[in-house]
């Protein structure tokens, strides 16, 4: 079975969100291939990723007709991880840029490239490598044309049998208003019914959840999430056609157990497991405290956020919240992170009027952030949506209970305390998108360290114990692709 997974983002060559993360070496593709899959990557050839680091270098070439005058590809090449990347390069559009997204006028005419560019690529494959996909598994709006073109194709023998899947990360960008570039590069008009009648059709996201043969989420909470308007954002009544059809799935993403063990993780001061880590979980704490300017104080909860400081993933709803639990408890908080101006200075003002308990770190540091992981006795993120989440996932592996809100794959990863003995339980949650609901579940998570310690170790050594690896979501994928191209 080959896969050919399509993504304008893969780590570590070039990351910004989560699709990175699961378009990566040592994820989804590694796990599959571990599984027998065949499972490639090609990604755009952006400015900034680092060739010699990567040991990237360059494949073949050729010419791809276009409307408005052929384009000269070089496909250069790597294995990473026991995964063969494949990397689009082509000017004006991929190779020297020194970032991965623009502006729409920028990025919209690129990625309708890569469209074209990708399948040109899978064409070349089969006569440069002897190697096709059996399906295109596309990610998010930048690739949403593929299924289009796939199913375009489907009357052309090599083609005929090429199976669609699209991953649904943030349906919060879309692609929309692409007709005046598509129009422009001669591509037909997407005549989907359901697109035409939801006015749909110039909307690169909707026109991939059309015409791909199976859809796909990555948590099974956010795939009904989805269905509606507060999350759908204008795309819910499409998406509800594909549920109607039994095409749509949600499956919860992993992490890489390997790179993310306590037992082994180099960044850590103090390695541990389930059976090691009240000791070594401790010390962490007294250094992270040191580091921090923080009193060295094993009794008071260290709180923590490592985040991307953006409207999402609740900052708006963290700040106020932590701020009063500051003025009224004893307790401690450590923040690491970068994102929008505004909740970045919110943030930094919060760690300066409450020099003596909190420390704010606007920065990206992966050390930092894994030490934190290792030492923080809560890790708060209370997403107003998410579509998967991997904080909350390494900070259970890591120790630390996590605080969120009821969504998407917080809720389908995180198990709500028992508010007893801990016989269930891996953090703390709640539902109402309200500063005061975080007060009060950040109250009943302190009283729970503070009172009852017993319950507390029992939650830690649950969460440290859960499976979220890789190996389970591939697993599932395996199965969606035979039932895919089984069809």
């Given at each position: 079975m080959n896969i050919l997974f399509v993504s304008a983002e893969a780590s570590p060559f070039a990351k910004v969100g989560g699709l990175g993360d699961v378009i990566a070496a040592g994820s989804l593709p590694t796990a599959l291939r571990d599984m027998g899959v065949d499972a490639?990557?090609?990604?755009?050839?952006?400015?900034?990723?680092?060739?010699?680091?990567?040991?990237?270098?360059?494949?073949?070439?050729?010419?791809?007709?276009?409307?408005?005058?052929?384009?000269?590809?070089?496909?250069?090449?790597?294995?990473?991880?026991?995964?063969?990347f494949y990397f689009i390069e082509s000017w004006p559009f991929f190779g020297e840029e020194t970032s991965i997204y623009n502006d729409w006028h920028t990025d919209m005419p690129r990625y309708i490239f890569f469209c074209q560019a990708a399948?040109?690529?899978?064409?070349?494959?089969?006569?440069?490598?002897?190697?096709?996909?059996?399906?295109m598994h596309v990610n998010d709006w930048h690739t949403g044309l593929i299924p289009f073109f796939l199913r375009s194709s489907s009357h052309k023998p090599v083609w005929a049998d090429v199976r669609s899947m699209m991953t649904l990360h943030n349906v919060a960008y879309q692609g929309e208003h692409a007709s005046i570039f598509a129009i422009e590069l001669g591509i037909a008009p997407r005549d989907h019914p359901a697109l035409d009648r939801m006015d749909l059709g110039d909307n690169l996201l909707a026109t991939g959840i059309a015409y791909a043969d199976f859809v796909t989420t990555v948590s099974p909470r956010h795939a009904d999430e989805i269905q509606y308007s507060y999350m759908g954002y204008g795309l819910e009544g499409l998406i509800r056609t594909r549920t109607h059809e039994n095409k749509l799935y949600g499956v919860?993403?992993?992490?890489?157990?390997?790179?993310?063990?306590?037992?082994?993780?180099?960044?850590?001061?103090?390695?541990?497991?389930?059976?090691?880590?009240?000791?070594?979980?401790?010390?962490?704490?007294?250094?992270?405290?040191?580091?921090?300017?923080?009193?060295?104080?094993?009794?008071?909860?260290?709180?923590?956020?490592?985040?991307?400081?953006?409207?999402?993933?609740?900052?708006?709803?963290?700040i106020p919240a932590l701020r009063s639990i500051l003025e009224e408890r004893d307790v401690q908080l450590i923040a690491l992170g970068t994102g929008e101006p505004e909740l970045s200075q919110e943030l930094r003002r919060l760690g300066e009027d409450f020099q003596d308990q909190a420390r704010v770190f606007i920065m990206y540091d992966a050390t930092l952030a894994q030490r934190i992981y290792s030492s923080a006795d809560l890790f708060v993120m209370p997403s107003h949506y998410?579509?998967?989440?991997?904080?909350?996932?390494?900070?259970?592996?890591?120790?630390?209970?996590?605080?969120?809100?009821?969504?998407?794959?917080?809720?389908?990863?995180?198990?709500?305390?028992?508010?007893?003995?801990?016989?269930?339980?891996?953090?703390?949650?709640?539902?109402?998108?309200?500063?005061?609901?975080?007060?009060?579940?950040?109250?009943?998570a302190i009283n729970t360290y503070t009172q009852r310690p017993e319950a507390w170790k029992r939650m830690q050594r649950r969460a440290m114990q859960l499976d979220f690896s890789w190996e389970r979501s591939a697993a599932t994928y395996k199965r969606l692709y035979e039932r895919v191209l089984s069809t």
């Open positions: 490639r990557v090609i990604m755009p050839l952006y400015g900034i990723i680092d060739y010699a680091k990567y040991d990237i270098k360059p494949h073949f070439s050729f010419h791809l007709p276009r409307a408005v005058g052929d384009a000269h590809i070089v496909v250069h090449h790597t294995v990473w991880e026991n995964v063969p399948m040109a690529v899978a064409w070349e494959l089969r006569e440069q490598d002897g190697w096709f996909p059996n399906v919860l993403n992993g992490i890489d157990v390997e790179q993310f063990n306590p037992k082994t993780d180099p960044h850590l001061l103090n390695n541990y497991d389930v059976d090691t880590f009240v000791e070594a979980r401790r010390k962490n704490k007294q250094q992270i405290q040191e580091f921090a300017g923080l009193e060295v104080r094993e009794d008071v909860p260290l709180i923590a956020i490592v985040s991307r400081l953006v409207w999402q993933k609740g900052i708006d709803l963290a998410e579509p998967c989440g991997i904080g909350q996932m390494l900070a259970m592996r890591y120790g630390a209970l996590p605080v969120v809100r009821e969504t998407g794959g917080l809720a389908d990863t995180v198990e709500n305390y028992d508010n007893a003995d801990a016989e269930e339980g891996t953090g703390f949650l709640f539902l109402w998108e309200e500063a005061s609901a975080l007060v009060n579940t950040l109250h009943w």
